[in-house]
């Protein structure tokens, strides 16, 4: 089974990318954990990984919600 993918800056996770795609669908954090069936601090640390891996922000984060930036929305 895939659970790495290699992308410019390195290695991303499956784990990492499911929690940047289920933050940005239910435009939380909190949310996502949720749908995702895991704790709000297991998707925290996927998306600062991923962020520290692709060296930029992934989430705008704002208390009770997170945005995908703009340049991101675009794609």
């Not at 929690?19 to 704790?39: K, Q, W």
Request: hydrophobic share 45%; proline share 4%; with cysteine.
């Amino acid at each position: 089974m895939l659970t790495t993918i290699c992308c410019r800056g390195g290695s991303v996770k499956i784990h990492q990318l499911q929690a940047l795609v289920a933050s940005a669908e239910t435009g939380s954090i909190r949310a996502a954990a949720r749908s995702l069936g895991i704790s709000q601090a297991a998707v925290t640390r996927a998306l600062r990984e991923l962020e520290a891996t692709e060296q930029l922000p992934l989430l705008i984060r704002a208390p009770g919600e997170s945005a995908l930036p703009t340049t991101a929305r675009r794609c």
